[in-house]
Nanobody
Framework: QVQLVESGGGLVQAGGSLRLSCAAS????????MAWFRQAPGKEREFVAP????????DHADSVKGRFTISRDNAKNTVYLQMSSLKPEDTAVYYC??????????????????WGQGTQVTVSS
């Protein structure tokens, strides 16, 4: 099994940037597709961006396209989410997840069997 720990969240002003990291242990993340999801207060969890095992295929939700970028470093067993031009509506708990469908970029959270504990991102206006 793989264990996931997110970091890098915090409080930032609108227009600012943050980089989230998801450090994995227990198994190499090259065995997994990885993704970031988020859940805002009072809302359902939604996908932000998935990435396949090699990093050669990614997807980004329309709400973050052009502002967020998912990437991975399999040698460091870490996945990243670079967030720029942040908006108050980006405020949420951000979760890292792993799926065994390593060649795909699934956006359905039900396909992800491993989750981190989440990291809070708060964007002030």
């Amino acid at each position: 099994q793989v264990q996931l720990v997110e970091s890098g969240g915090g409080l930032v002003q609108a227009g600012g940037s943050l980089r989230l990291s998801c450090a994995a242990s227990g198994r190499a993340i090259s065995a997994y597709a990885m993704a970031w999801f988020r859940q805002a207060p009072g809302k359902e969890r939604e996908f932000v961006a998935p990435i396949n095992w090699s990093g050669g295929s990614t997807d980004h939700a329309d709400s973050v396209k052009g502002r967020f970028t998912i990437s991975r470093d399999n040698a460091k067993n870490t996945v990243y989410l670079q967030m720029s031009s942040l908006k108050p509506e980006d405020t949420a708990v951000y979760y890292c997840a792993a799926a065994t469908l390593k060649f795909s970029t699934p956006i359905n959270q039900g396909l992800y069997g491993y989750w981190g504990q989440g990291t809070q991102v708060t964007v002030s206006s």
